[in-house]
């Protein structure tokens, strides 16, 4: 079973390729800009995923070096996935900046952890350079613990000895997402929720509107009904209605358009509910149920008769090769 934020994360990308992606309503709802059109969204996706093995399966190790090193990329892909929470807020304008994120505890006190070992272990003033502090690894903190010593100017470069618990670190860290991501799902539950309403307004204008406007409104709430065919563009669907009644067979491409048009508003209304549900549970116990059970014999124990071939929807190709 995933964890929470990483199934959090799944549904955002859901929303993005399905909707964010596809239709213009959703994308005016954000801060769609040229940017976004690079679709970087993607990267910041395929980041998370490599990060998140990083933080999600940290590994301790009696050799120092190893444990240095394993503590730095913690360290480093949690200030990653920071920056990226905070990208995704631009993007889905939820008017949260760095400011706001600094009164966050579960983002500021493991961001510290990490500038002051990682990024600035030597800190100066920018004008005089004057030594603000200088923070050293240390390695008495066992497989539990971070742990550094720290000499800073306000404390008149006395030693400090800090330490904490990489648990804590990591529990912290899951926190933050699971807001963060919490805060970007309402704000796609709310888009969602008015393009639905749209969708309604299409389906209940179906039988009413003339074919011109039925294909006016499409364009506008629901275009992906003309990248579902590659015939069903505009202007070959207004050539052919014209023709309705020249042939049966054009009477039954529009019909065909109908169908088309109706099952996909309701596939994806029916998709969008899917798309909220929580994660259903599973018990670990369930999950490494064996599914069949498998015998191992000598081909010289079984006879002709007992060899049975399978019966699948290869099966006619199957008696081919026989």
Same mark, same amino acid.
């Given at each position: 079973? /995933?964890?929470?934020?990483? +199934?959090?994360?799944?549904?955002?990308?859901?929303? !993005?390729?399905?909707?964010? !992606?596809? +239709?213009?309503?959703?994308?005016?709802?954000?801060?769609?800009?040229?940017?976004?059109?690079?679709?970087?969204?993607?990267?910041?996706?395929?980041?998370?995923?490599?990060?998140?093995?990083?933080?999600?399966? *940290?590994?301790?190790?009696?050799?120092?070096?190893?444990?240095?090193?394993?503590?730095?990329?913690?360290?480093?892909?949690?200030?990653?996935?920071?920056?990226?929470?905070?990208?995704?807020?631009?993007?889905?304008?939820?008017? #949260?900046?760095?400011?706001?994120?600094? /009164?966050? @505890?579960? *983002?500021?006190?493991?961001?510290?952890?990490?500038?002051?070992?990682? $990024?600035? @272990?030597?800190?100066?003033?920018?004008?005089?350079?004057?030594?603000?502090?200088?923070?050293?690894?240390?390695?008495?903190?066992?497989?539990?613990?971070?742990?550094?010593?720290?000499?800073?100017?306000?404390?008149?470069?006395?030693?400090?000895?800090?330490?904490?618990? #990489?648990?804590?670190?990591?529990?912290?860290?899951?926190?933050?997402?699971?807001?963060?991501?919490?805060?970007?799902?309402?704000?796609?539950?709310?888009?969602?929720?008015?393009?639905?309403?749209?969708?309604?307004?299409?389906?209940?204008?179906?039988?009413?509107?003339?074919?011109?406007?039925?294909?006016?409104?499409?364009?506008?709430?629901?275009?992906? #009904?003309?990248?579902?065919?590659?015939? *069903?563009?505009?202007?070959?669907?207004?050539?052919? +209605?014209?023709?309705?009644?020249?042939?049966?067979? +054009?009477?039954?491409?529009?019909?065909?358009?109908?169908?088309?048009?109706?099952? $996909?508003?309701?596939?994806?209304?029916?998709?969008?509910?899917?798309?909220?549900?929580?994660?259903? @549970?599973?018990?670990?116990?369930?999950?490494?149920?064996?599914?069949?059970?498998?015998?191992?014999?000598?081909?010289?124990?079984?006879?002709?008769?007992?060899?049975?071939? @399978? #019966?699948?929807?290869?099966?006619?190709? $199957?008696?081919?090769?026989?």
């Amino acid at each position: 079973m /995933k964890e929470d934020f990483e +199934y959090k994360l799944e549904q955002i990308k859901n929303v !993005w390729n399905q909707f964010i !992606w596809e +239709y213009d309503f959703c994308k005016k709802e954000i801060k769609f800009d040229f940017e976004a059109r690079t679709n970087y969204f993607g990267d910041i996706f395929g980041y998370f995923l490599d990060t998140n093995v990083i933080i999600l399966q *940290y590994s301790n190790s009696e050799s120092n070096s190893i444990r240095f090193s394993n503590q730095i990329s913690l360290l480093q892909s949690i200030y990653v996935q920071q920056d990226f929470i905070e990208e995704l807020l631009r993007l889905f304008k939820l008017r #949260i900046n760095k400011g706001d994120l600094k /009164k966050d @505890p579960n *983002y500021t006190i493991n961001r510290n952890i990490r500038n002051e070992l990682v $990024g600035h @272990p030597i800190r100066r003033e920018n004008g005089n350079g004057e030594l603000i502090s200088s923070c050293l690894f240390g390695y008495n903190g066992g497989d539990s613990k971070i742990t550094y010593l720290k000499y800073h100017r306000e404390n008149n470069f006395k030693f400090e000895s800090m330490e904490f618990l #990489i648990s804590e670190i990591i529990s912290r860290h899951k926190e933050f997402l699971n807001y963060y991501f919490d805060k970007i799902l309402n704000k796609l539950k709310r888009i969602l929720s008015k393009f639905i309403k749209k969708i309604d307004t299409l389906e209940s204008l179906i039988e009413n509107k003339s074919f011109n406007e039925i294909l006016n409104i499409s364009e506008v709430f629901f275009e992906s #009904i003309f990248e579902s065919d590659y015939i *069903y563009d505009k202007d070959s669907l207004l050539i052919i +209605y014209s023709k309705k009644n020249d042939h049966l067979r +054009y009477q039954n491409f529009i019909d065909r358009f109908y169908r088309d048009l109706k099952t $996909g508003l309701k596939e994806i209304k029916e998709y969008v509910k899917e798309l909220f549900e929580p994660q259903s @549970p599973r018990s670990k116990t369930e999950a490494e149920k064996t599914i069949f059970k498998i015998e191992f014999v000598e081909a010289s124990e079984l006879s002709p008769e007992k060899i049975e071939l @399978p #019966i699948t929807y290869h099966y006619e190709l $199957g008696k081919l090769a026989i």
